[in-house]
T-cell receptor
Framework: DAKTTQPNSMESNEEEPVHLPCNHSTISGTDYIHWYRQLPSQGPEYVIH???SNVNNRMASLAIAEDRKSSTLILHRATLRDAAVYYCILRDSRDDKIIFGKGTRLHILP | ETGVTQSPTHLIKTRGQQVTLRCSSQ?????VSWYQQALGQGPQFIFQ???????GRGNFPPRFSGLQFPNYSSELNVNALELDDSALYLC?????????????FGPGTRLTVL
């Protein structure tokens, strides 16, 4: 079973920041926090991952709570192309498979 | 660098038939994972192949089987198709043994069972 909890859907206005929350209260010490997104009619694509420290890349930022029981994916300036389902996933560093939940469907309003 | 490709893109079968789906992994990747995604749901892990051996399996019956070839491409076979097998089938490739191994997904094969 998925070990994360996310809102079913969220809305945001174009060109504004978006904060996508994820709760993972049962996270273990070897679990990495991953985010994937799935654009319409495409396979999932990797967004970002982290273990303890906040992470930034060209797509997004990942803010991880100090107790690691929650995290937030931040899209700094949403565009219409960011409309997708965003999956927050815990992945053991020793395990290669991904257990997806239902994710958050992000709607971007023009 | 060539990405993950899957064939066919769409397929229609009838109950009881057998189907084979194909996946070509990204250049340099030695691991292929297969997922089933029903409409409105997240992908569900079927199994993974690493260096031609099954390396982990999800909660799917034995009529779901696979192969990985020496060039690391892979096939997913489903026997005795059921209506509930209608779904998007995704494969993802990665490189194990090289530190963090991000999975790269293909566009999927849409299977409809009538």
């Amino acid at each position: 079973d998925a070990k994360t909890t996310q809102p079913n859907s969220m809305e945001s206005n174009e060109e504004e920041p978006v904060h996508l929350p994820c709760n993972h209260s049962t996270i273990s010490g070897t679990d990495y926090i991953h985010w994937y997104r799935q654009l319409p009619s495409q396979g999932p694509e990797y967004v970002i991952h982290g273990l303890t420290s906040n992470v930034n890349n060209r797509m997004a930022s990942l803010a991880i709570a100090e107790d690691r029981k929650s995290s937030t994916l931040i899209l700094h300036r949403a565009t219409l192309r960011d409309a997708a389902v965003y999956y927050c996933i815990l992945r053991d560093s020793r395990d290669d498979k991904i257990i997806f939940g239902k994710g958050t469907r992000l709607h971007i309003l023009p | 660098e060539t990405g993950v490709t899957q064939s066919p893109t769409h397929l229609i079968k009838t109950r009881g038939q057998q189907v084979t789906l194909r996946c070509s992994s990204q250049s340099g990747h030695n691991t292929v994972s297969w997922y089933q995604q029903a409409l409105g749901q997240g992908p569900q892990f079927i199994f993974q192949y690493y260096r031609e051996e099954e390396n982990g399996r999800g909660n799917f019956p034995p009529r779901f089987s696979g192969l990985q070839f020496p060039n690391y491409s892979s096939e997913l076979n489903v026997n005795a198709l059921e209506l509930d097998d209608s779904a998007l089938y995704l494969c993802a490739s990665s490189q194990q043994g090289a530190g963090y191994n991000e999975q790269f997904f293909g566009p999927g094969t849409r299977l409809t069972v009538l």
